[in-house]
């Protein structure tokens, strides 16, 4: 018999990466420049990090409890 090992997906990446995106477009959408977009970036990963971790790794863990 063959035992299939479960491989738990890592989307933590996929957290930083939306932020960073959408914080970008929407940087260089108002600011209407290059360092906008750049600010922008900066800020949506920020948020994609507090997401991840307070929000995301919170609910996870009362789920286990």
Known sequence: METKAEKKINTD???YLIGAFFGALTGG???ESFWGAVGG???GL???MF???VLVKRKSEEEAA
């Open 51 to 53: 997401f991840l971790n």
């Open 13 to 15: 990446s996929l957290f």
């Open 46 to 48: 920020f948020i994609g």
């Open 29 to 31: 959408y108002c600011g």
């Open 41 to 43: 970036l900066v800020i």
